[in-house]
């Protein structure tokens, strides 16, 4: 195996290196991430709390990426998703073009309660009544009809899955709404807390899993937790082989 110290860093400029200062190591971690991105290696890299290991992840191999591929990071903990968000946003302000894609476990933000099965069957005959051109659920609306999901959950629909689409059209389409929610979370990426409270606190309450699954596909950047990348049917369904795969944030 080739050792990613011995290759060149000349090609390395940590152009996207979002501090003026680096702290002790930490371009030494840079440039062993980038190395070993460029051979194809795998790098296990032990560094203490506050080291700055989430600037490492992103400087190393966002110089290291070739057009197309996109940095995969899967994280233990909801509250480490916080902190990736606030570094991508100041990697961002150099490279305004930067997209960032995140997704949680369906159950985390799920307005509905559902398991994975029943939200397959509301999901199915939602797309039905999306392509018949039902009208959007008001708030009021769904706090009535989620009495009834309980009881005939195959042939019940998800109101909030609805609200995200434009109606009579033959293949889903995002209404205007949902597309705001969307471009922004790329652009200016929120929490799943604070992402789910956007998707809730309007007339037509949307899908907040939803959305957030859209995100993946224009990203150059996105943040799953552990789950998507361990379980080999959720990593199939979720994640493309053409990506470029990825940093474990805080593996114990």
């Not at 990426?65 to 968000?85: A, C, D, G, P, W």
């Not at 995200?164 to 597309?179: I, K, S």
Request: aromatic share 10%; hydrophobic share 30%.
């Amino acid at each position: 195996m080739t050792n990613p110290h011995s290759s060149s860093f000349s090609e390395l400029e940590f152009r996207f290196f979002p501090h003026e200062n680096f702290r002790p190591h930490q371009r030494e971690g840079i440039e062993s991430i980038f190395n070993s991105v460029k051979v194809g290696n795998i790098l296990l890299l032990d560094s203490p709390t506050g080291t700055g290991k989430s600037a490492m992840v992103l400087c190393g191999v966002l110089e290291a990426m070739s057009n197309n591929e996109k940095l995969v990071v899967i994280t233990r903990t909801h509250s480490q998703y916080k902190i990736f968000i606030q570094e991508f946003m100041r990697v961002k302000r150099k490279h305004d073009n930067l997209k960032f894609g995140l997704l949680v476990g369906r159950s985390n933000v799920c307005p509905m309660h559902v398991g994975y099965e029943t939200c397959g069957f509301l999901r199915k005959n939602s797309l039905s009544q999306i392509k018949d051109g039902t009208d959007w659920y008001s708030e009021g609306e769904i706090i009535k009809y989620r009495k009834t999901v309980s009881d005939k959950p195959k042939s019940a629909i998800c109101p909030y899955f609805i609200n995200c689409f434009q109606r009579n059209q033959t293949t889903p389409l995002f209404d205007g709404e949902a597309g705001t929610l969307i471009n922004n979370q790329l652009n200016k990426p929120q929490t799943p807390e604070k992402f789910n409270k956007l998707c809730m606190d309007r007339k037509y309450p949307k899908c907040p899993y939803e959305l957030m699954k859209s995100t993946l596909s224009s990203c150059d950047v996105m943040l799953l937790h552990y789950h998507y990348l361990i379980d080999p049917g959720v990593r199939d369904a979720v994640i493309s082989s053409r990506w470029l795969g990825c940093g474990f944030e805080n593996i114990h």
